[in-house]
């Protein structure tokens, strides 16, 4: 009978160590992305420093370049989206943030048009622009990578290139840890809402 009691209350124990490891690994990634601060341009050319514009908010991130013609779009799209989804009590803890890795095109004022004709608010989302060294650490902090390809010049002299790049959007805490990537263009929205709400719980 002694037996029988502690090979339950082993079980017992076990259920909720395995249950509680489960709770806490939800998400695969910590990484802390506070420790360096990078400087950008928001889309009203206003000088920033990220992350701390996403100091204590959840935040979804993504890298994009305006001239790209099909996945960025469908990123940016999928964000909205979520934005749209959210309860009401989460819309205020939730940033999005859009940071280019192509900024010899993507000026501020091109950013904050690409925001109008998508018609998202900047009172949520910021769109950021900088120069290669801060843009290339933030590349290197998120693992992002942009390569430059099918490069033609037009006839007054200017280079038209597209960018074959890194498919994501990032989920960061609000203590400014990375906790999760997903792929950008074809996103599980619903997956994004829920991890959402678990960490605004």
């Known amino acids: ?37 990078n400087s950008f341009l928001n889309q ?11 100091k204590n908010k959840i935040t979804l991130m993504t890298m994009i370049y305006t ?14 989206l979520v934005e749209q989804k959210l309860p009401d009590n989460l819309k205020d803890k939730v940033r999005f943030v859009v ?3 192509d ?12 925001a109008e004709i ?12 900088g120069d290669e060294q801060n843009t290339k650490e933030v590349m290197l902090k998120f693992n992002i990578v942009a390569i430059p390809a ?15 790049h890194t498919d994501r959007i990032s989920l960061i805490d609000q203590e400014g840890k990375l906790r999760a990537n997903y792929k950008g263009s074809t996103a599980d929205l619903n997956m994004l809402i829920e991890d959402i709400k678990y960490l605004a719980d």
């Open 44 to 54: 009203d050319s206003i000088k920033v420093n990220f992350p701390e514009i996403i």
């Open 150 to 164: 099918d490069s033609t010049y037009y006839d007054d002299g200017t280079l038209s290139y597209n960018v074959i």
């Open 1 to 37: 009978m002694k037996t029988q009691i502690k090979t339950f209350q082993f079980i017992v124990i076990l259920f909720f160590m395995i249950f509680y490891v489960g709770c806490n690994n939800r998400f695969p990634l910590e990484q802390d992305i506070t420790k360096t601060q």
């Open 118 to 129: 998508r018609d998202l608010s900047f009172k949520t989302w910021t769109f950021l622009t």
């Open 67 to 80: 001239h790209c013609p099909d996945i960025c779009p469908m990123t940016t799209h999928n964000m909205s």
């Open 103 to 114: 900024p010899k095109r993507d000026s501020p004022s091109v950013f904050k048009e690409y």
């Open 99 to 101: 940071i280019s890795f």
